[in-house]
């Protein structure tokens, strides 16, 4: 069974940065595509980053410039740096993993951004 752990949410003012990590519990070579979504109060969880087997990014407009995924194969990790946030940016922020047919999601990290 997959597990995945996210990490590294918080409080953080406008401008500020945070580096979000999801720890896998194997391996993630085989995995086609990790990425990060988010959810905001309400029903819907939006993509925020993807990166693919072959390292291929990409993101949502609203983080181009700001937001970087990335993903240590040794240390079975996702990361995602976030960078001059800004509070509609607050939200619950998730790691999904793609093999197919299966998806695998991680139970999430707060981040809220605030003065």
């Known amino acids: 069974q997959v597990q995945l752990v996210e990490s590294g949410g918080g409080l953080v003012q406008p401008g500020g940065s945070l580096r979000l990590s999801c720890v896998v519990s194997?391996?993630?070579?085989?995995?086609?595509?990790m990425g990060w979504y988010r959810q905001a109060p309400g029903p819907q969880r939006v993509l925020v980053a993807t990166?693919?087997?072959?390292?291929?990014?990409n993101y949502a407009d609203s983080v181009k410039g700001r937001f970087t995924i990335s993903r240590d194969n040794a240390k079975n990790t996702v990361y995602l740096q976030m960078n001059n946030l800004k509070p509609e940016d607050t939200a619950v922020y998730y790691c999904?993993?793609?093999?197919?047919?299966?998806?695998?999601w991680g139970q999430g990290t707060q981040v809220t951004v605030s003065s």
């Open positions: 990166i693919n087997s072959g390292d291929s990014t």
């Open positions: 999904k993993l793609n093999r197919w047919p299966m998806e695998y």
């Open positions: 194997q391996s993630i070579v085989s995995f086609s595509t």
